[in-house]
């Protein structure tokens, strides 16, 4: 055990170094919660998904995943859920630094299932939340829980729509409301590519922020909209077969290596970035015009 | 049973029901037509129509090879053959990245083809040719317990199975993020369904087995708003459509199974008119 113990602190001594030019907050690791991706790698057959992808989380930050269409990302998710077979490790420490499985909420890209289904969102509910069969049993005693978890996402009138009936707005917030019961220690968000207007998402990266705010949990999110990213994230992770580049969101939107994937990156989206770092005050104000 | 016989003769004071084998398939009828009901939700929901479908046309392997084998009686081999068939495609299905459509065309396609070669083997295929339409007064006293045992087992399943696959029709991999082991539930859900499929097959016929796994669940969903209508309208218009499709086909000398599909069928089209009524 007693070189194991050395060659953590050794390890972690290196680690902090490392993250204080890496991670946004600079926060020490030894004292918060954290999640590391070490050296993941996904290959099918001879096709590689990505490769040594080494991310560093803290509890209470918001990670954004960026990159282009099939860059890995939403596989990167799955591989971190033990979804899909990859190698590498994942890494958790709870706030007292013991290594434990961490609970893990995720939040899909794509539902599968057909908007006719007669499939309410409290019955959805109540299949997640207990043994109780849905079609048999009534579940009153679990309403005022499940009011409780769609009022955290400003979606409490919606417990008795159809799934089939919700915007798409309304659904991502609905499937984040479940992936928050039992409160997870990880929040894995993979975002629609469409199908969320922009008030919907204002909303939501609102929810998430407060989340982020309030909740010891870290948040990894796939976004495909750099302003919100800008605005909310406190680390970015630009993939494409692997980490191409990360940081915070001024040092991501700056580089040269993301201007050269993304194109040109729109005015206000390195505008604010400059804000949300320098003076996080008034970033909501500024409007992209891109 | 007779005391089950009195108590209709009582209750059901009607010519049709005044013959012992009218009785039987009304009783065989009333215990297999709520499991129709209950698992046709999720059948539905799962979009796993073609599969069932594969599931009667598997039977023709069932049926050939409890013949091949001779000791054991054809239902027997036939329950074991698609219990191990639906496991074998949810098997493949997990593992292959081929689409579900193709995976099921190969295996029903092969199973049909494999059977038809073992039965007109000798050129006797006529003896099997019963199967294909069913017939409801074949029940007796002895199904009818083997029916009722599996009645109890598939509602006893259905509701430890039941929250997980409304989870699964959702998303199978955030049903898979909150611990659902969704191989198993697949699997234990698609033996269920091959068992009452190759128990009713009898009385049933392959040709339309898989209207009674569908109709049910696709005529509730157009007029259910949540889960507990869709489950209640789905075992209300299974049942219905059997009781009035049994008492039709005796009435004007059908085939039993036809009768119950086309009811069923009339159904559907009621709901479906319904639709804008009820639907929120």
Redesign the interface.
Request: one cysteine or more; glycine letters at 2%.
């Given at each position: 055990m007693a070189p194991r113990g050395l060659f953590h602190e050794r390890k972690t001594a290196l680690l902090r170094t490392f993250l204080h030019h890496r991670a946004a907050s600079g926060s020490d690791c030894t004292k918060l919660c954290c999640t590391k991706i070490e050296d993941f790698t996904v290959r099918v057959g001879r096709l590689t998904i990505f490769e040594h992808i080494n991310i560093h989380i803290h509890c209470g930050q918001l990670t954004a995943l960026i990159g282009p269409n099939g860059a890995g990302k939403s596989t990167l998710l799955?591989a971190i859920?033990g979804?899909v077979p990859h190698s590498g490790h994942l890494h958790y420490m709870d706030a007292k630094h013991k290594h434990t499985k961490p609970v893990?909420?995720?939040?899909?890209q794509?539902?599968?299932?057909?908007v006719?289904?007669?499939?309410?969102v409290?019955?959805?509910f109540?299949?997640?939340l207990?043994?109780?069969?849905?079609?048999?049993f009534?579940a009153k005693r679990l309403r005022p829980r499940v009011r409780k978890n769609l009022e955290r996402v400003h979606a409490a009138d919606l417990i008795?729509?159809?799934?089939g009936?919700l915007s798409g707005g309304e659904l991502q917030r609905v499937?984040l409301a479940l992936a928050l019961d039992p409160m997870p220690d990880l929040l894995l968000l993979d975002e629609p590519v469409s199908g969320v207007d922009q008030n919907g998402l204002e909303l939501f990266y609102e929810i998430v922020e407060d989340l982020r705010a309030k909740e010891d949990m870290a948040i990894i999110l796939i976004s495909h909209d750099l302003n919100m990213v800008a605005r909310h994230a406190d680390q970015v992770v630009l993939m494409n077969k692997g980490v191409i580049c990360s940081g915070s969101p001024d040092e991501v939107f700056h580089d040269p290596k993301t201007i050269r994937l993304f194109g040109m990156i729109p005015e206000a989206v390195a505008h604010h970035a400059d804000v949300s770092i320098d003076a996080s005050t008034g970033a909501g104000n500024v409007k992209e015009g891109a | 049973m007779e005391a089950i016989y009195s108590l209709m003769d009582a209750l059901l004071p009607f010519s049709w029901s005044s013959y012992t084998f009218m009785k039987n398939a009304f009783l065989a009828i009333l215990l297999v037509t709520p499991l129709f009901g209950l698992l046709s939700t999720m059948v539905v929901s799962n979009r796993m129509a073609f599969f069932s479908d594969s599931l009667g046309h598997g039977a023709f392997t069932g049926i050939a090879i409890g013949v091949l084998l001779g000791s054991v009686s054809p239902l027997l081999s036939l329950v074991l053959f698609s219990v191990a068939f639906a496991v074998f495609i949810t098997y493949i299905q997990n593992k292959s990245t081929a689409s579900t459509d193709t995976i099921i065309g190969v295996f029903s396609a092969t199973a049909i083809a494999l059977g038809l070669m073992i039965m007109s083997h000798g050129g006797g295929f006529n003896k099997f040719s019963s199967y294909l339409i069913g017939d409801i007064l074949s029940i007796v006293p002895g199904d009818l317990g083997a029916l009722a045992a599996i009645a109890v087992l598939v509602i006893f399943a259905w509701a430890w199975l039941f929250n997980r696959l409304l989870v699964m029709s959702i998303n199978p991999v955030f049903a898979r993020s909150r611990g659902i082991r969704t191989f198993w539930v697949e699997s234990i859900f698609a033996s269920i369904l091959a068992v009452v499929v190759s128990i009713s097959i009898q009385w049933v016929g392959i040709l339309i087995i898989n209207a009674l796994l569908v109709l049910p669940g696709a005529s509730a969903r157009n007029i259910a708003n949540n889960v507990k209508q869709y489950t209640l309208f789905s075992v209300l218009i299974a049942v219905i459509s059997g009781v009035t499709g049994l008492i039709l086909a005796y009435y004007f000398s059908l085939a039993a199974g036809a009768t119950i599909v086309v009811v069923s069928a009339v159904i559907f089209f009621i709901t479906l008119g319904l639709k804008p009524y009820f639907a929120r």
């Open positions: 799955k859920l979804e893990i909420g995720y939040v899909p794509y539902l599968r299932f057909d006719s289904a007669p499939t309410s409290f019955d959805l109540q299949a997640c207990t043994q109780k069969p849905v079609w048999l009534p008795d729509r159809r799934l009936a499937l | -």
